[in-house]
């Protein structure tokens, strides 16, 4: 699943591993059209695709209740609509000091503006990289918090003013629910949340940051998720995808894959 996205910056440590997976597989799942003309670009046989839609909306819709039972605000002590959500944990990002504490000016900077809480989750992979670097997130109107679950993540992006993330998941996630995203990161794998108006690529440098959020902040929340996102019974049509693909094209791949190995 999710074959097909790419980005085109190697400097993406994912980049490489999507095209040795996808070239490596039997049955491919894009999600979207553009996805699939990715793939066939790159030489893969157009029997092996297929485009099933995102199964995002199928998974929020079969957890509502749970979510929406989240005490998620509460706790962080927010109010809906109120507040900006960030993640941000590629290492394109974190690991350079640099690039981080330009980040974290970024979040200062929106605090200073908006006069909005920023709530941070942190991985772990941010604290120790923000603890190497000597930098501390938590000040400023920035609230760093533990990892968050599924249903208190989601509840929370929910009701945020607006989302600021490297995650590609998330970008998928604002557009569903209608909250602008600006996108920490200069390339992005999801176009589709860009050409919808959902989201703005703003890299870390702190003027683009705010530039960014007060250009999708002040565009309303008009925009129509991608018809890929909408798409119904997703789950169903992935099973009926892999249970009708015939074996023996499977166990061929899988032939030639130990032939070459060996």
Known sequence: ?????????????????????????????????????????????????????NPIRQVIDRFAPQIAASGALEHCGVTAGKYFLVTAHRSENVDDGARLRSLLAGLHGLHEEYGYPVVYPLHPRTR???????????????RAIPPLGFFDFIRLEQ???????????????????????????????????????????????????????RLVTSEGRAWRPPQEYLEPG?????????????????AETLW?????AS
């Open 256 to 260: 030639r894959a130990a032939s070459c």
């Open 128 to 142: 120790s990289r923000a603890e190497a670097a000597n930098l501390e997130i938590g000040r400023k109107g920035v």
């Open 1 to 53: 699943m999710e074959a097909g996205n790419r980005c085109y910056d190697d400097r993406v440590p994912e980049e490489v591993n999507r095209r040795v997976i996808d070239h490596s597989s039997t049955v491919l799942l894009p999600y979207t059209k553009r996805s699939r003309a990715n793939l066939l670009a790159e030489g893969i046989p157009g029997h092996r695709i297929y485009v099933t839609g």
């Open 159 to 213: 009701n945020a003013f607006c989302i600021l993330s490297d995650s590609g998941t998330v970008q998928e996630e604002a557009s569903l629910f209608g909250v602008p995203n600006v996108t920490l990161r200069d390339v992005t794998e999801r176009p589709e949340t860009l050409e919808c108006g959902s989201n703005i690529l703003a890299g870390v440098d702190p003027e683009s940051i705010a530039r960014a959020v």
């Open 234 to 250: 997703v789950a169903e049509t992935v099973c009926r995808l892999v249970l009708g693909f015939r074996v023996p094209d499977a």
